[in-house]
């Protein structure tokens, strides 16, 4: 069996509300899990606005102006 090389487990990513007024925040990840083995490819896809976008952000540490909080790992 190859060398895990990468493992995330229960990854959440939240963003402030765009809304001035709310201090609600919006769940772009919410709690996934994955593996990548050596030799192996992992890729995400899914429909627009779904948190595909910030997963690899997330994972690498990444925070910007619109980070709120990170969870997980």
Do not use: H
Not at 1 to 16: A, D, G, H, I, Y
Not at 54 to 62: D, E, H, K, N, Q
Request: aromatic share 6%; charged share 25%.
């Amino acid at each position: 069996m190859s060398e895990t090389v990468l493992e995330v487990r229960n990854l959440r990513f939240e963003f402030q509300s765009a809304d001035a007024n709310a201090s609600a925040t919006v769940k772009a990840v919410d709690g996934i899990s994955f593996k990548v083995r050596r030799g192996q490819t992992l890729r995400t896809v899914g429909e627009s606005g779904v948190g595909e976008g910030v997963t690899s952000p997330a994972v690498r540490g990444c925070r910007s102006v619109w980070y709120t909080e990170s969870r997980g790992g």
